[in-house]
């Protein structure tokens, strides 16, 4: 006999516990409600697998997911999704009577793009690392002429690879000086040499305050306050009257704007508000 049950006249045995047996009863059949419930609710879960199946039936789930996946990261919007759609680009999963299986060529299609993708990164890549070889070549070269032919033949435009030719050439790193280096920037910011267009058709080049900061380190303010006075001086900045009429600020082609700064180089009289005409408002 257990410890805290007592028993009846019948020989029946009661549980001293506080609880009555129907309450046990009562409580097994929620338990077993409650476990009832939870397993229903695991086995009406669906996942992505199961819900393609009944989409496509007959096809590996597994393809279909990877294709959806694709599609998915390809469109991830609505316009995208509605213009691939429209243009076909998208492929529809359930399309049971196609010849090709739609998540198959949907793979095969995200493949050959990947594959592309590879190359011109690889291309782009081989390209820059060309550029960054005839970069060194050119801060090293020990005439003129060999800079000029290097830089002819990489650089068409002032691109990318050309900031890398400037960041290369003001690099606080570099420990060997550049020969020629007054001549060189002055080819590279005016784009040309003796008259003639060497890069970006011989357009002038106005580099932002960190570049001429850096390059007038690397050449000494002096010969760096001669290239920008000549870059500037070749810099159409604003077309005047044929007639030669002073604007309302007062200059024409007789007299244009000249900043000051580029005035206190060439030793010319600065602006002030008594030399210039002020601007009237408009009423």
């Known amino acids: 006999m257990s410890l805290g049950t007592t028993v009846d006249a019948d020989g029946e045995e009661e549980s001293d516990d506080g609880y009555?047996?129907?309450?046990?009863?009562?409580?097994?059949?929620?338990?077993?409600?409650?476990?009832?419930?939870?397993?229903?609710?695991k086995r009406t879960r669906l996942h992505l697998p199961s819900l393609l199946s009944l989409v496509a039936p007959g096809y590996d789930p597994a393809l279909l997911?990877?294709?959806?996946?694709?599609?998915?990261?390809?469109?991830?919007?609505?316009?995208?999704?509605?213009?691939?759609?429209?243009?076909?680009?998208?492929v529809d999963l359930g399309q049971l009577d196609a010849?090709?299986?739609?998540?198959?060529?949907?793979?095969?299609?995200?493949?050959?793009?990947?594959?592309?993708?590879?190359?011109?990164?690889?291309?782009?890549?081989?390209?820059?690392?060309?550029?960054?070889?005839?970069?060194?070549?050119?801060?090293?070269?020990?005439?003129v002429w060999a800079f000029i032919g290097y830089l002819m033949n990489?650089?068409?435009?002032?691109?990318?690879?050309?900031?890398?030719?400037?960041?290369?050439?003001?690099?606080?790193?570099?420990?060997?000086?550049?020969?020629?280096?007054?001549?060189?920037?002055?080819?590279?910011?005016?784009?040309?040499?003796?008259?003639?267009?060497?890069?970006s058709y011989g357009n002038v080049w106005l580099p932002e305050r960190k570049y001429s900061l850096a390059l007038a380190k690397v050449v000494g303010d002096e010969a760096w306050g001669e290239i920008e006075v000549e870059v500037r001086s070749n810099v159409s900045v604003h077309v005047y009257r044929e007639s030669d009429i002073p604007n309302r600020h007062g200059h024409c082609n007789s007299n244009p704007y000249i900043p000051n700064e580029l005035r206190a180089r060439l030793g010319m009289p600065l602006l002030t508000l008594q030399n210039t005409r002020k601007r009237k408002k408009r009423r």
């Open 20 to 41: 009555d047996d129907d309450d046990d009863d009562d409580t097994d059949g929620k338990t077993q409600k409650r476990k009832t419930q939870t397993s229903t609710k």
């Open 65 to 90: 997911s990877r294709a959806v996946v694709c599609q998915v990261l390809c469109y991830c919007s609505n316009s995208k999704a509605r213009q691939a759609a429209k243009s076909g680009a998208m």
């Open 99 to 143: 010849a090709v299986s739609p998540a198959v060529l949907t793979l095969q299609q995200h493949h050959c793009s990947l594959l592309q993708r590879r190359e011109h990164v690889l291309q782009a890549m081989i390209e820059r690392s060309i550029k960054q070889r005839a970069n060194y070549c050119m801060l090293q070269a020990s005439t």
């Open 154 to 199: 990489t650089h068409k435009e002032r691109d990318d690879g050309f900031i890398d030719l400037i960041k290369m050439l003001t690099s606080p790193d570099r420990q060997q000086p550049v020969p020629l280096v007054a001549e060189k920037v002055r080819i590279l910011v005016t784009g040309q040499y003796e008259g003639k267009a060497v890069l």
